[in-house]
């Protein structure tokens, strides 16, 4: 009997797992990763300077300040208003920022909110990315022929284990808590906002208490690490939790935890988990670390 029938019949110690469920999930997650400009496209990252500078491989010259970002260009250039069409699962959420258009010839100035981000500027088939994270200004460079995209090998998994679909309990706090946390940058800091403890019985009977961040759809984020990281898997993962019933119960599937940004490239700014989200198991689920195709 195959792993997938066993799976799809269940067995005495649970369920049966849906697989093809799993998979079209799966599928649509590395096609939203492969979009043109969606994470695989990254290819820089800059913070700007307080007085005008040039960047290294950009046109232009470039500073931010606390009233806003700013680059000056000759009409050589070649950039200009992004007014593409791409769909917010680029990575790129947009709440929160508001362009402030061209002011002077050569001249275009943005403002964005902390840690909202904004598809700024084209330059060419390039993206020029605008985010604010603790406080500064940074831009990213989206090229839709970065090797990480053009030659992505898709993103390895463990084997499906209906183990890991593991019964939990949410425990909404009375008041939000909002903590400063490390980042995927060693020279960023940024706030998290913990609404909620989750507590996840794990499948050797123990119980373990996570701290997890509300999402608009009623469900929960919760960034983790476990034993697993830096051997098979990246620094850290984030698994989703759908809303819970009345008396706050909820399935949390393992298998579907994910890498964060940062793990396929060196220009992610993705905060880590607060310093007690530690899973002390193998969590023997989800994405594996992803192979890199470049730096």
């Keep these: 009997?195959?792993?997938?029938?066993?799976?799809?019949?269940?067995?005495?110690?649970?369920?049966?797992?849906?697989?093809?469920?799993?998979?079209?999930?799966?599928?649509?997650?590395?096609?939203?990763?492969?979009?043109?400009?969606?994470?695989?496209?990254?290819?820089?990252?800059?913070?700007?300077?307080?007085?005008?500078?040039?960047?290294?491989?950009?046109?232009?010259?470039?500073?931010?300040?606390?009233?806003?970002?700013?680059?000056?260009?000759?009409?050589?250039?070649?950039?200009?208003?992004?007014?593409?069409?791409?769909?917010?699962?680029?990575?790129?959420?947009?709440?929160?920022?508001?362009?402030?258009?061209?002011?002077?010839?050569?001249?275009?100035?943005?403002?964005?909110?902390?840690?909202?981000?904004?598809?700024?500027?084209?330059?060419?088939?390039?993206?020029?990315?605008?985010?604010?994270?603790?406080?500064?200004?940074?831009?990213?460079?989206?090229?839709?022929?970065?090797?990480?995209?053009?030659?992505f090998p898709g993103v390895p998994t463990y084997p499906l284990d209906p183990v890991w679909r593991r019964p939990a309990t949410v425990k909404p706090r009375s008041e939000p808590e909002v903590v400063d946390v490390d980042t995927a940058r060693s020279d960023l800091r940024q706030q998290a906002r913990l609404d909620a403890d989750v507590i996840v019985e794990l499948p050797d009977g123990s119980d373990v208490q996570l701290a997890a961040t509300a999402g608009a759809d009623g469900g929960w984020s919760i960034l983790f690490h476990d034993t697993t990281n830096g051997v098979d898997t990246a620094r850290w993962r984030v698994v989703f939790a759908s809303a819970p019933d009345t008396a706050g119960q909820v399935t949390i599937d393992f298998n579907r935890a994910l890498n964060m940004p940062f793990s396929f490239s060196d220009f992610g700014t993705c905060p880590a988990p607060v310093p007690g989200n530690v899973i002390p198991v193998a969590v023997t689920a989800g994405e594996l670390a992803p192979v890199r195709t470049s730096r």
């Design 1 to 151: 009997m195959s792993i997938d029938s066993d799976l799809h019949r269940g067995t005495a110690a649970g369920p049966a797992y849906p697989v093809s469920e799993w998979a079209q999930w799966h599928a649509d997650r590395e096609r939203v990763l492969q979009e043109q400009h969606g994470w695989l496209s990254l290819t820089g990252f800059h913070w700007l300077p307080a007085t005008p500078a040039a960047l290294e491989g950009l046109p232009g010259r470039w500073q931010a300040d606390p009233t806003g970002a700013r680059g000056s260009f000759a009409a050589g250039d070649g950039l200009q208003l992004w007014e593409g069409s791409d769909s917010s699962s680029d990575g790129i959420h947009e709440t929160g920022a508001h362009e402030s258009g061209v002011h002077e010839a050569g001249v275009h100035e943005a403002v964005v909110d902390e840690q909202g981000s904004l598809r700024w500027l084209r330059w060419g088939e390039r993206q020029i990315e605008l985010a604010r994270r603790g406080g500064r200004y940074a831009i990213r460079i989206r090229d839709p022929h970065a090797s990480a995209r053009t030659e």
